[in-house]
């Protein structure tokens, strides 16, 4: 059986001139995505581009996932901070549905603004070493989500808060993918479509914690 590669950083950067060696490599691996996909990217491509001795990258780097993984924490450290900053009571005068268009719409705002934000959401998703990036983030969005909802709706049955918060960070990360995989739909259209159903999925939670089911 072939073994799967790592995808460790192999060292953090502490000196100036480490750090921006870091951030080129990201950056050219960032442009590379935008031009011919994470399927054809390759190392060697990054270095090229980012003008670069191999050896250079591999001191951080081990291989291209390793590359792409740390672009991909970055994108969702950016997305999950629109969740995890958000002042206490923030919208509170808003519906559910109201709030949560308004994350979605941040989320792709946040997506579009980083450099290959769709490139990176697609190799998150499609590259299976890849994977655990994507469902690690989502499962410490759900269960960030559950703690704030539980002082809140008392009557929360926590495994059942977690479970409808998960459902719905996967159907708003859908939404977000779909967006930059189909740009001729509605972009207005598929946010006011999946805050809905989102809202809904709240909705009957809340429902069955009033009677106790």
Partial sequence: MTA???TER????HQERSRETVELILSAAAELLEE??????????????????PPALYRYFPNKYAVLKELGERLMARQNALLRDRPSGDRQSESFE??????????????????????IMRSLHATPILADVRRRSHRD?????TEQSMPIWPGL?????????R???????AL???????????EQELIRQTASMMAHNIELLLGQAKTGA
């Fill in 157 to 165: 049955n926590a495994n059942q808060a977690f479970t409808t918060n």
């Fill in 167 to 173: 459902m719905n960070i996967e159907l708003g990360y």
């Fill in 10 to 13: 192999r060292g953090a950067p």
């Fill in 36 to 53: 011919v996909g994470f399927e054809k990217i390759s190392t060697n491509q990054i270095c090229k581009r980012a003008k670069l001795t």
């Fill in 98 to 119: 109201s709030q949560i268009k308004h994350l979605l719409a941040e989320t792709i705002r946040v997506t579009r603004e980083t450099p290959a934000g769709g490139w």
């Fill in 4 to 6: 799967k590669p790592t």
């Fill in 176 to 186: 977000v993918e779909m967006v930059f995989d189909e740009p001729e739909l509605d």
């Fill in 141 to 145: 969005m759900a269960r960030l989500l």
